[in-house]
């Protein structure tokens, strides 16, 4: 725990009441959606300007004082977490649009702007900001670029990463660093916007970014299909991608779909029951369009793929559609899920997906397993509900002891045990299944660069430093 007069130091850095020590603030703002850590930070900061944070980053290094970044604290691998005496440092206070440049197609934010407050200024200029996700309505962008956010538009337009035409940082010492200054082309020696960018705050904190914005996309629609089973979702993705310009290709399994329409306020997609479904969207510009994705539909019937399918006619059916499966992560939190997010290249997904099924359904027999995930980019989402009356940590450490074996299958794959939530504390002893022991050699000497002293965010993607 930080001294008191240390703690009095740090007020004197901020607005007055801008740093809480109450327990509720210490609960609330120590933790993200994992459920894993037991909150415990000394404070909570919330800085208003660039200069504060470069104050509190110096008066942390002066006295040793581990960092944590808050934002939306929507994270799901434990980055936000301060469950060791850490001061918060919460954005919520820069969470404003600062500026617009329509020729750019640029929108310069502070870090707390949310996720879907940028969506809905995007959409008031006549143009779109393409990173859409569940936690959209309370995750913020500065959150957003510290993990790299996916969502379910990647398939069209790519990670958070491919918006960030600028990045202003707060190195771990405190030096402002302004990258890139929003050029589509500057081949002037390392790109270090992108080291920030999925770094979780581990080298320093994103304290203005400009997002770049793309067109508005016309008339989306949405089909849901149903198939026989995982082996036909694949064929069922290449068939469409060869004849439509996808922005979305999503699954989810019979037991997902249960869950959502448990909830009775989602209709049913069609009669039929089935296996597993496919989400997909692309926008009918024109008759045609619309017409080859239906030819398209017919193909995959007559292939035995797809069992039946609706199509979305108004935005009302498109967004009934999209609920069936972005409802899904808040919907299953009821069942305390253990969650895997794991991604190999598209063209593995049918064997990859073979094999961990058949090692889940091996280990977890007595658990019911909800997959779902934006398998058009080879991202799956695996989790495990939680018994109703088992105890929350037995539950863990069971499924904790299967790590080892879908880690093994993740490897031998060339994937990745963790596609888009991040390492943080969840995923930090698994990082050998996908990055070398060189990767991290050379990822641990460029935080030394950033962060000598070891205080942004210490924990989260590498065990902390043992204390010489
Ligand atoms: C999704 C959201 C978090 C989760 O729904 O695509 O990334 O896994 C997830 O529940
Ligand atoms: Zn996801």
Do not use: C, Q
């Given at each position: 725990m930080t001294h008191p007069a240390v703690i009095d130091e740090l007020m004197a850095?901020?607005?007055?009441?801008?740093v809480l020590t109450d327990p509720a603030s210490l609960e609330a703002y120590g933790k993200?959606?994992?459920?894993?850590y037991a909150p415990a930070p000394t404070a909570v900061v919330f800085p208003k300007s660039v200069e504060q944070v470069q104050a509190i980053v110096r008066w942390a290094n002066v006295h040793g004082v581990a960092l944590v970044p808050s934002g939306g604290?929507?994270?799901?691998?434990?980055?936000?977490?301060?469950?060791?005496g850490e001061v918060v440092v919460a954005f919520d206070q820069m969470n404003r649009i600062l500026d617009f440049n329509a020729f750019d197609r640029t929108v310069v934010c502070q870090p707390g702007v949310v996720t879907a407050q940028l969506q809905a200024f995007a959409l008031e200029q006549?143009?779109?900001?393409?990173?859409?996700?569940?936690?959209s309505g309370s995750s913020q962008i500065g959150g957003n670029i510290g993990t790299n956010a996916g969502g379910i538009k990647v398939i069209r337009y790519g990670m958070t990463r491919n918006w960030v035409a600028g990045l202003k940082v707060v190195t771990g010492q405190g030096e402002l660093l302004e990258l890139n200054?929003?050029?589509?082309?500057?081949?002037?020696?390392?790109?270090l916007r992108q080291l920030f960018i999925g770094a979780e705050g581990t080298l320093g904190f994103v304290v203005e970014a400009t997002m770049r914005l793309d067109r508005a996309p016309r008339n989306l629609t949405a089909m849901v299909l149903g198939t026989p089973?995982?082996?036909?979702i694949m064929p069922v993705l290449h068939a469409f991608q060869g004849k439509l310009d996808l922005t979305a290709f999503e699954f989810f399994s019979d037991k997902g779909l249960a869950k959502i329409l448990a909830r009775g306020d989602v209709p049913a997609p069609f009669a039929s029951d089935c296996p597993f479904y496919a989400l997909l969207e692309f926008e009918a510009t024109t008759e045609q369009v619309a017409e080859q994705a239906l030819a398209t539909f017919e193909h995959c019937v007559e292939q035995g793929w797809v069992l039946d399918g609706v199509m979305s006619q108004s935005e009302t059916q498109l967004n009934n559609l999209w609920k069936l499966r972005e409802y899904l992560s808040e919907t299953i939190s009821h069942w305390t899920p253990y969650k895997n997010d794991i991604s190999v290249t598209v063209s593995k997904v049918p064997a990859f997906l073979r094999d961990i099924d058949a090692i889940v359904s091996a280990h977890y027999p007595d658990y019911e397993v909800v997959w779902y995930g934006h398998i058009g980019d080879g991202n799956l989402h695996l989790n495990i509900l939680k018994p109703e009356h088992m105890d929350k940590d037995a539950f863990f450490a069971s499924c904790t002891k299967v790590n080892k074996w879908v880690f093994e299958i993740v490897q031998r794959y060339d994937g990745?045990?963790?596609?888009?939530?991040?390492?943080?504390?969840?995923?930090r002893d698994y990082l050998g299944y996908s990055r070398s022991p060189e990767e991290i050699a050379c990822m641990k000497a460029i935080k030394a660069v950033f962060d000598p002293n070891g205080?942004?965010?210490?924990?989260?993607?590498?065990?902390p430093e043992q204390k010489q």
């Open positions: 850095l901020v607005d007055p009441g801008k993200d959606w994992t459920k894993h604290r929507t994270g799901l691998s434990g980055g936000a977490v301060a469950a060791h006549g143009l779109y900001y393409p990173v859409d996700l569940a936690s200054k929003d050029l589509i082309k500057n081949a002037t020696g390392y790109d089973d995982f082996d036909s990745s045990i963790s596609a888009e939530h991040g390492v943080g504390m969840t995923k205080i942004m965010n210490p924990g989260k993607i590498f065990a």
